[in-house]
């Protein structure tokens, strides 16, 4: 459970530095630091539920 509170913070860290970094005329940012945890967390969950059915 921890790599996963782990991984979900780096994935933010990482999210909030190409939303720094990347310019997106329109809106002004990409919203990467959003996008980026949910799809590391959800990728966790999704795998321990494969595990529990099993």
Do not use: H, S, Y
Not at 5 to 10: Q, R, Y
Not at 38 to 50: P, V
């Amino acid at each position: 459970m921890t790599i996963a509170i782990f991984t979900t913070i780096l994935a933010w860290i990482v999210g909030l530095f190409l939303d720094a970094n990347i310019g997106f005329e329109p809106i002004g940012i990409l919203e990467l630091r959003l996008l980026f945890p949910i799809i590391a967390m959800g990728c966790f969950i999704l795998k321990q539920l494969d595990k529990k059915d099993k």
